[in-house]
């Protein structure tokens, strides 16, 4: 009896121990992650181009990774490509997908699959650090209270986020719903329509200001910078602007450090380059450019050691990185930093043609690289991508039969083991759309200025159809309408067909 005991207990042990083994040696689904940058232009990396400023860690990545020449945010501004990018669905669907106040509510339905929903799904930890700008709460929110719903409610398990952008108040950090180090003896309030009375503005206030607001950028003054919006109480939250960088790759790394032993997906969304541009003390005059250089500069270094801390942990291997912007650069949009003056022989658009807020190309084409050491082999690839495929290529990955709305699975291509990216796509600026397909750019009639004169910008609004053949006049120079008659009916049928009834417009035009 002994005997017979002593034997099944060892082949229970051997039946353990081989199990074990087993499942250590099957191997954790890839870790994802996306760096998203903010106002990033195709020309501002020296991968794409830039001969002014050099980029080597965002180099690096392009080097060994695969760099797309024709890779689409969904839009020319933030907020609507961040919903593109988390939904795969165009934001023009959805009528409040455009840029938010800091205090508007959360535009994404809280019942609507995303990428880190699905992700969670398939056994991922997901986390966002960084820029979230797609809106907080329900309305009339408290932020002396946990603020929900926001990025927990609609997939993050965690969350490390500022709720708009830079220069837009609440100039507070805020952490799975809760502003972080706020005093209940201070509170915090925060109003877009009038100021709290007794609370200093850039507008009448120029003495508490070290950068000189341009283009509205006048309301409550923080760290010597004046806003967009009202704030009363809440010190003890408030950020430093120069630390940001730094507080954002501390929070990014952590999260690499505390989730490395599981599957996760970070959403590493910087504040750079967007206004105001506040590099820290190591970086002020590291490009001769001014502060949108230097944090440009910044945001390279930032990338460089968040990318160490992947090798460090024995992750990056196993980790799919993708690398892109959310819309075309600006230069001057809300201070007076000599940006402009100091803008020399560079050119953030490169050689497209806009920028930010713009239907020409260089208001969604922006920088976009994939990289998985080992796995992906470098490459250049001139595929037509967008970052509304992530969703579905995602899922492929981590075999989940979840699929955005207007999502493609474009895994193999942005693995580089194809060229056969997208046919067409509908670009998006500040809710006018145009259409990409094949080589060919159409951009609608829209009535407004040519040029945003604010920002220095052409808007790509015309009386008339504009046609461009990407393949003979990438800057978009020569509207080619009148010749292509076949051509732009072709395109117009198309856009009508993938807009729906969502455009009106259009069909109370005639061509000519």
Request: glycine share 10%; aromatic share 10%; net charge negative.
């Amino acid at each position: 009896m002994y005997k017979i005991t002593f034997i099944l207990a060892a082949f229970l042990m051997l039946f353990s121990a081989c199990g074990n083994q087993q499942k250590q040696e099957e191997p954790q689904k890839p870790n994802i992650v996306v760096i998203y940058l903010d106002d990033l232009g195709y020309g501002d990396v020296s991968a794409y181009g830039a001969t002014e400023i050099k980029t080597p860690n965002f180099d690096k990545l392009a080097e060994g990774g695969v760099r797309f020449t024709t890779g689409y945010a969904s839009s020319a501004t933030c907020t609507p490509s961040r919903y593109a990018l988390l939904t795969g669905e165009y934001p023009w669907r959805n009528q409040n997908a455009k840029i938010l106040p800091g205090s508007a509510p959360l535009i994404i339905d809280t019942a609507k699959i995303t990428i880190p929903k699905m992700l969670k799904e398939q056994g991922y930890h997901t986390g966002i650090v960084g820029k979230w700008h797609l809106g907080l709460g329900s309305g009339n929110v408290n932020w002396n209270e946990r603020v929900a719903p926001g990025p927990n409610e609609v997939g993050f398990d965690y969350s490390f986020i500022m709720a708009a952008t830079q220069d837009r108040t609440p100039t507070v950090f805020l952490e799975n719903g809760y502003v972080v180090g706020l005093s209940p003896d201070d509170p915090l309030y925060v109003n877009y329509q009038k100021n709290f009375e007794g609370e200093p503005t850039g507008l009448d206030n120029p003495g508490l200001m070290k950068m000189r607001w341009f283009n509205g950028h006048n309301n409550s003054i923080h760290n010597g910078i004046p806003r967009i919006g009202f704030q009363k109480g809440g010190k003890s939250a408030m950020w430093v602007d120069e630390d940001m960088a730094d507080d954002f790759l501390t929070k990014a790394k952590n999260y690499v450090k505390e989730h490395k032993n599981e599957p996760f997906f970070l959403y590493y969304a910087l504040q750079q380059p967007h206004v105001p541009r506040t590099p820290n003390a190591r970086f002020v005059g590291t490009s001769g450019m001014g502060p949108r250089g230097d944090v440009i500069i910044e945001a390279d270094w930032c990338v460089g050691e968040f990318i160490k801390t992947l090798e460090e942990e024995g992750l990056l291997d196993n980790t799919l990185v993708i690398f892109s912007s959310d819309n075309g650069p600006v230069v001057n949009d809300g201070y007076y930093d000599d940006s402009v003056e100091k803008l020399g022989k560079h050119t953030p658009w490169g050689p497209l043609r806009g920028g930010k807020y713009s239907l020409f190309e260089a208001g969604t084409r922006v920088p976009f690289i994939t990289y998985w050491k080992g796995k992906i082999q470098p490459a250049v690839s001139d595929a037509m991508v967008s970052q509304l495929d992530l969703f579905s290529s995602f899922a492929k990955l981590v075999d989940s039969d979840k699929r955005g709305p207007d999502s493609e699975d474009l895994l193999d291509v942005f693995l580089g083991k194809s060229q056969e990216g997208r046919d067409e796509i509908v670009l998006e600026a500040t809710s006018r759309t145009a259409l990409r397909k094949g080589n060919w750019a159409m951009i609608p009639p829209y009535n407004g200025p040519a040029v945003n004169k604010m920002v220095n910008i052409e808007l790509g609004n015309s009386s008339e159809f504009q046609l461009y053949n990407l393949n003979d006049d990438l800057g978009q120079q020569k509207n080619v309408a009148a010749e292509n008659p076949e051509k732009l009916k072709e395109m117009v049928d198309l856009f009508e067909k993938l807009r729906g009834d969502g455009y009106k417009k259009i069909e109370q035009l005639e061509l000519k």
